[in-house]
């Protein structure tokens, strides 16, 4: 997969958030997208997942070279961040069933298998909203991690979590991230250590 981003600028109300942003992302390398808080790292991961639109400029989305169209391109992106919201009226097991109809599982695995990579077995005939806010986060990074995607979006990754559940989030990304196109925003150094290359949002201001 690959993403190029010519010109992207973004715009709320009369205030630029960044401006002229000329970028081409490639699969297999793992970026890392710095800057403030509030200059716009996660307005970026909005507008590169077709969430948002970019006030101006153009992204080109590429598999095997053919381009995709845009419209398209939820097919391909899974992402997880604090701010996206899980039903918390489904319990553990619905949440993953509801999931799977639209985002599969990498090949080989299964809502037990899952169940246990986000060691939260436990808890399966229990409803989200009854979840501590480590253990939404645990299962926001399980389903984006694990899902057959090519390109994973992370935003604040670790945020909620303690060291026992940092450690598990970056081993389940080493286990799930070979040959996918991973961008993190964050400016935490945990999150970010393994990264191949950098976006700072600050020289788009």
Request: charged share 25%; glycine share 4%; with cysteine.
């Amino acid at each position: 997969m690959e993403i190029i981003l010519e010109n992207i600028a973004k715009r709320y109300l009369y205030d630029w958030i960044f401006k002229k942003i000329h970028f081409h992302f490639k699969a297999p390398i793992r970026y890392a997208v710095l800057g403030a808080n509030g200059s716009g790292k996660s307005t970026l991961l909005k507008i590169i997942s077709g969430h948002l639109s970019p006030t101006k400029g153009k992204l080109t989305y590429l598999a095997d070279g053919q381009q995709i169209d845009a419209e398209e391109i939820y097919k391909k992106v899974s992402f997880a961040a604090p701010y996206i919201d899980l039903i918390e009226e489904f319990t553990l097991q619905e949440a993953i069933a509801f999931h799977q109809q639209f985002k599969p599982f990498r090949a080989g695995l299964t809502n037990k298998n899952f169940l246990s990579l986000i060691q939260l077995e436990q808890a399966a005939q229990k409803e989200i909203r009854f979840f501590s806010s480590g253990m939404k986060q645990r299962l926001k990074l399980g389903l984006a991690i694990c899902s057959a995607t090519p390109i994973l979006l992370l935003d604040e990754p670790t945020s909620n979590l303690d060291q026992k559940s940092i450690d598990w989030y970056q081993q389940l990304l080493n286990q799930f991230a070979d040959n996918r196109l991973v961008i993190i925003a964050s400016n935490e150094k945990r999150d970010i250590k393994d990264c191949e290359e950098q976006v700072d949002i600050w020289s788009y201001k």
